[in-house]
Structure formats: structure tokens, C-alpha cells
């Protein structure tokens, strides 16, 4: 079973101020994603990475960064967070070559 | 603009009937259609998935009809459990030039009452 985590699991944030939501998988996939979910638009996809040291841009990027340090590792940032931006986030992974997405359990993010 | 469409945000049903989910798209390229099953606090995981060379997926209780030709589907939940009670999520893979993603539709929630 493919497992992927992801810290902080609950964040408050200031609008201005500098977030950092971080995820970790441990099946050596070679894709993670970055989606946020909001009632009324489902999942969207925010960023994306083919593996160590990629980024993509997904549909919605932007206020957002990301980066991918290592096979195991993908960040999503936030450089100057906003209200709108207040939501809960969701990291993914999937094999190269392979359709299935596994999700982590997701960081919910208020900015006041 | 909303690619993958499911028709209703809610559904509720009582134990032991047959839930419908409906799904439509807009991109006939598409050709690999999961559905996710989502609880609450946790992450969307894949429950069943339909190419679209089929026109039936069954698992269990789980079966998606695909209707290539109309660009729709549905996700039938038979004998439905209170355990059932989840939010559903339609999605369909998009290949594109700088890689392939899944499009993911608003999500049905199910409410299943005993």
C-alpha cells in the first residue's frame, strides 16, 4: 500500500506571511502532485513533478511554488499567503508509466 | 472551464438500495476514467477505474457503465451500506503536452441511511 504524508496536518497563517506545506512518500514513485480541494470545484491541481529537481505548473498555480528536493520529498509554498488561498491541500504520488494516484491525508490551511 | 461534470453534489439513498452516479466529460481524448472514494479527514482513494475501450467495469458491489458514444458515466453502488457514506469523486486523465493529469469532477457526496 503506497503511503504518503504530509505535515503539518493543520496550519494558521497570516495573510502576508510565508507558508511551507511539506509531503513525503515512501514507494520511490517518480510523479507527486499537489491538488487543492474546496467545496463546489472538487480536486484541482495546483503543481506537479516527473521527479527530483522537476516542477510543473498544474491548472491553478498560481501564489504558489513548488519544489522537489528528492525522489521522496515535494513542497508546496506559499510566499505571500492570501485568504483565498485558505483551503485544504493534498498531495499525491503515482508510479511512472501507472494511472493510480495514492493521496495523503491532506493539510488544512486558514489564512487570517 | 469544467471538463469532468457530475450531475448532482449530493445523493442520499437508504441501506440495501442501489446508488447512481453520474459523470459526463467533454474531451473525447479521454480514455481512462477512475473513480475516488473519499471519507471525511482523509484522502481521496481509488475505488474502481474503467478504460474506455470497455463499456462495463464490475467489483463487488461497485459497477461503472461507460457510454463512449453519449460521453458519460455512472458509478452504481449496489445493496448500499452506511459505510457507503463517502464523497465521490468522477475524474478522467488528460494527456497533454508537458505530461498527463487526472481532471477530477466536483464530487458527489453519498449519504447512505439505515
Known amino acids: 500500500e503506497a503511503a504518503v504524508t504530509q505535515s503539518p496536518r493543520n496550519k494558521v497563517a497570516v495573510t502576508g506571511g510565508k507558508v511551507t506545506l511539506s509531503c513525503n512518500q515512501t514507494n520511490n514513485h517518480n510523479n507527486m502532485y499537489w491538488y487543492r480541494q474546496d467545496t463546489g470545484h472538487g480536486l484541482r491541481l495546483i503543481h506537479y513533478?516527473?521527479?527530483?529537481?522537476?516542477?510543473e505548473k498544474g491548472d491553478i498555480p498560481d501564489g504558489y511554488k513548488a519544489s522537489r528536493p528528492s525522489q521522496e520529498n515535494f513542497s508546496l509554498i506559499l510566499e505571500l499567503a492570501t485568504p483565498s488561498q485558505t483551503s485544504v491541500y493534498f498531495c499525491a504520488s503515482g508510479g511512472q508509466g501507472q494511472d493510480t494516484q495514492y493521496f495523503g491525508p491532506g493539510t488544512r490551511l486558514l489564512v487570517l | 472551464q469544467q471538463q469532468v461534470r457530475q450531475s448532482s453534489q449530493s445523493l442520499t439513498v437508504w441501506e440495501g438500495e442501489t446508488a447512481i452516479l453520474n459523470c459526463s466529460y467533454e474531451n473525447s481524448a479521454f480514455d481512462y476514467f477512475p473513480w475516488y472514494q473519499q471519507f471525511p479527514g482523509e484522502g481521496p482513494a481509488l475505488l474502481i477505474a474503467i478504460r474506455s475501450v470497455s463499456d462495463k467495469k464490475e467489483d463487488g458491489r461497485f459497477t461503472i457503465f461507460f457510454n463512449k458514444r453519449e460521453k458519460n458515466l455512472s458509478l452504481h453502488i449496489k445493496d448500499s451500506q452506511p459505510g457507503d457514506s463517502a464523497t465521490y469523486f468522477c475524474a478522467a486523465k488528460f494527456y497533454g503536452s508537458s505530461g498527463n493529469k487526472l481532471i477530477f469532477g466536483i464530487g458527489t457526496l453519498l449519504s447512505v441511511k439505515p
Open positions: 513533478s516527473y521527479g527530483a529537481g522537476s516542477t
